[in-house]
T-cell receptor, first 111, second 112 residues
């Protein structure tokens, strides 16, 4: 049972444009959500997080939106840069415990 | 402040051997998590430890796998009698408390 889903395995965006990565979840008990970026042969790097008491969190070029009623969150990257090309994972947690990861979306930013 | 360190980065074991994976958390972090990533999949939680305590091992296979985080030294993930299906990337993460987890570079285990 996949509690966190990233339905788009890949996304291709032109440099300078907006990248929107989506994530859906099924467990209404999740109260904290995170996005990680991962390059090949490296560990995931924390990008941004959001608590369930908020609907938006912004950090530089990265903004995460949370829609609790739809059980949906998204990561916006504006403007997209070639260095953003990586696999992006969303993750969720309940209380203070383990992270449940989605299967990832491979973002490619082309010139 | 050094990040989460894992060693070895690559480990090759023959079927039936033991694999020991080490994780040194970031300085000041007392929470350690282990995750496994199979090819083309996301990371799957295995175990959550604090110093000398296993807090949640709900993701650990019932047999052959064990983990510890002693009072002194790194956290160890131990896999006994490895099989080909154990081949994966194993990631350790640490945190100072709840919430954000910071990941190490991973250990890529190959079982031949």
């Amino acid at each position: 049972d996949q509690q966190v889903k990233q339905n788009s395995p890949s996304l291709s965006v032109q440099e300078g444009r907006i990248s929107i990565l989506n994530c859906d979840y099924t467990n209404s008990m999740f109260d904290y959500f995170l996005w990680y970026k991962k390059y090949p042969a490296e560990g995931p790097t924390f990008l941004i997080s959001i608590s369930s008491i908020k609907d938006k969190n912004e950090d530089g070029r990265f903004t995460v939106f949370l829609n609790k009623s739809a059980k949906h969150l998204s990561l916006h990257i504006v403007p997209s840069q070639p260095g953003d090309s990586a696999v992006y994972f969303c993750a969720a947690s309940e209380d203070t415990d383990k992270l449940i990861f989605g299967t990832g979306t491979r973002l490619q930013v082309f010139p | 402040n050094a990040g989460v360190m894992q060693n070895p980065r690559h480990l090759v074991r023959r079927r039936g051997q033991e694999a020991r994976l080490r994780c040194s958390p970031m300085k000041g972090h007392s929470h350690v998590y282990w995750y496994r990533q199979l090819p083309e999949e996301g990371l799957k939680f295995m175990v959550y430890l604090q110093k000398e305590n296993i807090i949640d091992e709900s993701g650990m296979p019932k047999e052959r796998f064990s983990a510890e985080f002693p009072k002194e030294g790194p956290s160890i993930l131990r896999i006994q009698q490895v099989v080909r299906g154990d081949s994966a990337a194993y990631f350790c993460a640490s945190s100072p408390g709840p919430r954000e987890q910071y990941f190490g570079p991973g250990t890529r285990l190959t079982v031949t």
